[in-house]
């Protein structure tokens, strides 16, 4: 099956900074997610990273907060931008196979703003 | 819109017991169910799922059927180790391949 990597695995970041995560699948993959885990909570679906056009967000999430590029099959990047404390939190990625019907998670990004 | 409610945790057993995590949905059509496990201080694992109705899903002794009927994908074991010590997540997929998740249940197995 296909490896999911994350890069930051940890970051701690000032108030008001921003902060990419990057996602990369070592095979193509048609659809790729971002969700945010808040501590001790369940995971919530940010957006749905579409390649070659704009990020599909749930509600309450918009694109000034959290850009997503999605450049090509294998990658995608999540910006949280002017962070605020409230935003700490662990960032995962994941990616849909279709064939099996199921979708994998990246090891994940653990936020913490100061 | 939907929804995938679990027992609430923690829950606490000694090893080599039996353990079951409810878990009920609430979907339009026909969604995938599915079971994640989180580790301490670990990523999440896909540990089992089905695709439709009366489907069993089955891993590490871990087994879940789906039970349209009742909308349950309940969470079983037969005997707990130190090692299933994690976080259990039910999930469902909708529209989209989009996954909903319950909120967790904290499992810890004592020696």
């Known amino acids: 099956s296909a490896v999911i990597s994350q890069k930051p695995s940890r970051d701690i970041c000032q108030r008001g900074t921003s902060l990419t995560i990057q996602c990369q699948v070592d095979s193509q993959v048609t659809m790729m997610f971002w969700y945010r885990q808040q501590p001790g909570q369940s995971l919530t679906l940010i957006a749905t990273?579409?390649?070659?056009?704009?990020?599909?967000?749930e509600s309450g999430f918009v694109i000034d907060k959290f850009p997503i590029s999605r450049p090509n099959l294998t990658f995608s990047t999540l910006t949280v931008s002017n962070m605020s404390p409230e935003d700490s939190s662990i960032y995962l990625c994941?990616?849909?196979?279709?064939?099996?019907?199921?979708?994998?998670f990246g090891p994940g990004t653990r936020l913490t703003v100061t | 819109g939907n929804s995938v409610t679990q027992m609430e945790g923690p829950v606490t057993l000694s090893e080599e017991a039996f353990l079951t995590i409810n878990c009920t949905y609430t979907?339009?059509?026909?969604?995938?169910l599915f079971w994640y496990v989180q580790y301490p201080g670990e990523g999440l694992q896909l540990l089992l799922k089905?695709?439709?109705?009366?489907d069993k899903g089955s891993n590490k002794g871990f087994e879940a059927t789906y039970r349209k009927e009742t909308t349950s994908f309940h969470l079983e074991k037969g005997s707990v180790q130190v090692s299933d010590s994690a976080v259990y997540f039910c999930?469902?997929?909708?529209?989209?391949?989009?996954?909903?998740f319950g909120g967790g249940t904290r499992v810890l197995v004592k020696p």
């Open positions: 089905a695709t439709k109705a009366d």
């Open positions: 994941s990616f849909w196979t279709s064939g099996s019907r199921e979708q994998y």
């Open positions: 990273a579409n390649q070659g056009s704009e990020a599909t967000y």
């Open positions: 999930a469902l997929s909708g529209a989209g391949n989009k996954l909903t």
């Open positions: 979907a339009t059509g026909y969604p995938s």
